[in-house]
């Protein structure tokens, strides 16, 4: 079992997802994937097993992916100020991965019908969707 935790700007998400998931005890290898270095490295803080940066990173990883988590703009190219490619879009939309989406209403994104939570609470939402024989 592979999950993908893809994050950019400055990898909170990602690395708050990351610690959910060992607290968790979730088994699955855990790749941390950043749209930018600075992403990767925050993300690595919280014990990945493998972190890895940038549009190709991307590409690789979703392909291999059993799961991808990341912030809702990883299938929506240009988001994340620009930091979510064509291509990475494309290949986080076309990865058979189930995607778990944190739905953030930044960068030009705007998820109506979703009610507004604490990251705290996103977070865990994300990890409860790992099924428990991952755990």
């Known amino acids: 079992m592979k999950i993908v935790v893809i994050d950019g700007q400055g990898g909170r998400m990602g690395l708050a997802v990351i610690e959910g998931l060992k ?12 749209t930018n270095s600075a992403a990767t490295v925050t993300m690595m803080s919280g014990k990945a097993d493998a972190g890895a940066t940038g ?8 392909r291999e992916a059993d799961y991808i988590i990341g912030p809702i703009g990883i299938v929506v190219a240009d988001s994340l100020h620009g ?28 998820v109506v019908g979703v009610q507004e939570m604490p990251f705290g609470e996103l977070t865990r939402l994300a990890v409860s969707q790992i099924p428990s024989d991952c755990v």
């Open 23 to 34: 607290a968790a005890g979730v088994k699955a290898e855990i790749i941390a994937v950043g």
């Open 55 to 62: 549009e190709n990173a991307v590409i690789v990883n979703a």
């Open 83 to 110: 930091e979510i490619s064509p291509r990475m879009a494309v290949a986080v939309g076309q990865s058979k991965a189930r995607k778990i989406l944190l739905p953030m209403s930044r960068c030009n994104t705007c």
